[in-house]
RNA sequence: UGGGGCGUCGCCAAGUGGUAAGGCAUCGGCUUUUGGUGCCGACAUUCGGGGGUUCGAAUCCCUCCGCCCCAG
């Protein structure tokens, strides 16, 4: 239970059906960023006395120096690599799904439950009713042995319906906002988050049409395919990133919205993950971010990886971002971008 | 110091006598359990400085400062 109304719900809901239910806040992160306050304490206040509300046992897993580890630094060495990592997706994969499974059976849990909109049936990912909520995307990640321990209360209803029976039952967190950002740590942009880890360094923002320097940036490692703010270059149209350099620590720029940098249809997957069984070759629907709609494409393999013939191009396909692959209504699994 | 041009928000840029468009950037908010995108809102009492003409000037005149171009 994380505090927020998804998960509180979720409890409520299993208690409902007649399970036996402990409600478990887990704590992965207390540390306070410049200019915002680590929710930790007020959202484990929260969620502990929806459990008292309900009656249920509550228990905090503690996995901060896991989470620091497998989590955070996972995306500061991406970021460091010059990639755009999805530390959400690492959590589930390292921290709720193998961890937090692992200490909830050790406990003597049979299953565990999470308030993630998605559906599980067999170990099989299915993408949630609420398909504009549905967060399959953050995990293809998961094993389908871990997902055969999972419930997913939740992924049968849409958010408004959440919302309506958080109220109607009276749940402390029932009119609490949605929380934001990375998972845990709160809404902190990302780059007040690097900051905090890496060394600023300035470098040239280069108009790759021209090769004019428009002005100067305080790290690469900053910016990301597609970004438009925080380049602090004025005059004219606004200037989109097209790509960077690490070693030389510029970042490249472009007033031209069709670059064909910025438009892909062909992409590489690394890291390629499948919940279940890989899939054959063929044609399957992918998505390149969360809440992005599901584009047809063809798969095909190359030894380890995964290439991907999108039909229709998409916007600032980023490496270290991950591209979900489904089958129909099921998410099968998927790679990162290369 | 002959000729011509220019100087309007951080940047680009309208406006040539009637009381400062717009875009970019920036900031704030919304959307979003990643990054990013997108959307909405805010943002020059003031037009290089000083003087003058006028009921009224960024717009006309004088002057000073700065920049650019062509000549020498």
């Known amino acids: 239970m994380s505090g927020g109304v998804d998960s509180s719900l979720t409890a409520a809901l299993l ?17 306070d960023l410049p200019g915002m306050k680590c929710p ?10 929806v459990a008292v509300q309900l009656g249920i046992d509550f228990k905090v897993f503690d996995f901060e120096n896991e989470y620091k580890h497998k989590v955070v630094d996972y995306m500061i060495d991406e970021y460091k690599a010059g990639r755009t990592p999805n530390p959400d997706i690492m959590c589930n994969q390292e921290v709720k799904f ?24 067999d170990g099989v990912l299915k993408m949630a ?15 389908g042995a871990a997902l055969a321990k999972t419930m997913f209360p939740l992924g049968e209803y849409t958010k408004p319906q959440v919302r309506k029976m958080a109220e109607e039952r009276g749940l402390f967190t029932a009119a609490k906002k949605d929380s934001q950002g990375i998972c845990f740590v709160g809404k902190v942009g990302i780059r007040d988050f690097l900051n905090q880890y890496v060394e600023q360094v300035p470098g040239r923002i280069i108009d790759k049409q021209s ?6 940036h305080d790290g690469a490692i900053f910016y990301t395919l597609g970004q438009r703010h925080g380049l602090d270059v004025g005059g004219g149209l606004p200037y989109y990133v097209v790509g960077k350099n690490m070693d030389k620590n510029e970042v490249y720029v472009t007033t031209d919205l069709n670059d064909k940098t910025l438009w892909q249809t062909n992409v590489q997957l690394d890291a390629v993950h499948w919940i279940n069984d890989a899939p054959v070759v063929g ?17 095909a393999y190359d030894n380890d990886r995964v290439i991907l013939t999108l ?3 998409q916007r600032a396909v980023t490496s270290g971002q ?17």
């Open 40 to 49: 930790w304490a007020d959202d484990l206040a929260d969620a502990k006395r």
């Open 15 to 31: 208690v409902e059906q007649g399970h036996d239910v402990t409600g478990v806040y887990m704590k992965n992160w207390t540390k």
């Open 211 to 216: 090769g004019n320097v428009l002005g100067h």
């Open 311 to 313: 039909h229709d191009e």
């Open 283 to 299: 044609k399957y629907h992918i998505r390149v971010r969360h809440r992005a709609p599901l584009i047809a494409a063809d798969l």
């Open 129 to 143: 009713v609420d398909t504009n909520k549905d967060q399959t995307y953050f995990l293809y990640r998961v094993t």
């Open 98 to 121: 193998k961890l937090f499974l692992e200490a909830a059976l050790e406990d003597g849990a049979d299953m565990i439950a999470t308030g993630h909109y998605a559906r599980v049936k």
């Open 322 to 338: 991950s591209m979900v692959i489904y089958d129909d209504m099921v998410c099968i699994g998927g790679g990162i971008v290369i």
